[in-house]
């Protein structure tokens, strides 16, 4: 049982460049979000999703796109990389049964130059 | 709104010392309460949790109570060592909120 899979784990982009931070989890989960974390800002929620074909945006969601066409993937686009978005990104999936523990994929660590 | 405050870090205690992390939040209605730990280059694991007011959650030594009185959820371990060395996070998750929220994360180092 693989769990929460991302890749790639790092990944250096020059500004205005784009690409996906993909995420995928084999436990039939429902809910999926993705995270960022900074250096004393905790996790921040980007986007998350209650299931294919539904998206929503979290608090910081400005600069990122993302999609679910099925309940495996959750893929996470950058169209045109900033500075700002250097961070480690996280993605999540949990039960939808209430209140449950998410759980987390190991991270991709962006930097934007 | 959901939100959850964490004691500022790093915490940096000697090797059998008792650690409390403080932790409170606040939400609506009955929230669960999770205690994460993130370990160098490494993603999120749950430590523990707790579902309902006066629930201890417990595992490896960490231990926390959910207070709805105060609104906290501390951990605490009784005899830290160095390989508990990691950024701790608190979060909750209510009814009705798809995702977790989070505080800022404390970091604990263990010093021999």
């Known amino acids: 049982n693989a769990g929460v899979t991302q890749t790639p784990k790092f990944q250096v982009l020059k500004t205005g460049q784009s690409m996906t931070l993909q995420c995928a989890q084999d436990m039939n989960h429902e809910y999926m979000s993705w995270y960022r974390q900074d250096p004393g800002m905790g996790l921040r929620l980007i986007h998350y999703s209650v299931g294919a074909g539904i998206t929503d945006q979290g608090e910081v969601p400005n600069g990122y796109n993302v999609s679910r066409s099925t309940t495996e993937d959750f893929p996470l686009r950058l169209l045109s990389a900033a500075p700002s978005q250097t961070s480690v990104y996280f993605c999540?999936?949990?039960?939808?049964?209430?209140?449950?523990?998410?759980?987390f994929g190991q991270g991709t660590r962006l930097t934007v130059v | 709104g959901n939100s959850v405050t964490q004691m500022e870090g790093p915490v940096t205690l000697s090797e059998e010392a008792f650690l409390t992390i403080n932790c409170t939040y606040t939400a609506t209605g009955y929230p669960s309460l999770f205690w994460y730990v993130q370990y160098p280059g490494e993603g999120l694991q749950l430590l523990l949790k707790a579902t309902k007011a006066d629930d201890k959650g417990s595992n490896k030594g960490f231990e926390a109570t959910y207070r709805k009185e105060t609104t906290s959820f501390h951990l605490e371990k009784g005899s830290v060592q160095v390989s508990d060395s990691a950024v701790y996070f608190c979060a909750l998750s209510n009814t009705g909120r798809r995702a977790l929220t989070f505080g800022s994360g404390t970091r604990l180092q263990v010093q021999p």
């Open positions: 999540a999936s949990r039960h939808q049964e209430r209140n449950t523990e998410a759980f």
